[in-house]
């Protein structure tokens, strides 16, 4: 009889310590899950004490406003942005801001996309979309000539190269052309 009352009383301790290990395993939380909620109850309370000073400043700014004339409102609203402008030319001004970015000097001989562009302008500058010059990207004597006629109509130095100087002024006329 002895042995059956240890045998039911190491099943009882052992179902005890079952059970108590079950609650351990699933009421424990690892490092990880302690650190977020310890963080998610920090963040929790500041936002209920940031919920608390808004309602406060809403109130001084209330109690300010009724303290104000009538005539002279609190402007609570964003201030505007500026308005872009977008003109007729914008990418070839924007083509040419790079070469005053770039530094670039173009002269009789140079090639490329530069000259290209320096010569796109020159066929609106001068209209001539019924015989427009030939945009063939080389800094030939007849782009030195056209270069040199702008040149002197904007009253820059007509040497016929074109460099930063240059290509504001050609910056200027084109913004004024919408």
Known sequence: M?????ALFAIVVLGLLGLLGYWAITTLQSGTESKMSEKVAALTKENEDLKIELQKTKNDLSALQAKLPASAPIETSAPK???LVTYKYQSLIGELQKLIDNRVVLKLKSRGANVGTVQR???IYNNTS?????VDNDYGAGT???VTTFQKAEGLTANGEAGPETFNKMIDWLKKQN
């Open 2 to 6: 002895e042995k059956l009352k240890f």
């Open 81 to 83: 942005k500026p308005e």
């Open 130 to 134: 019924a015989r427009p010059v030939r």
């Open 121 to 123: 302008f020159l066929n």
């Open 144 to 146: 030195v000539k056209l």
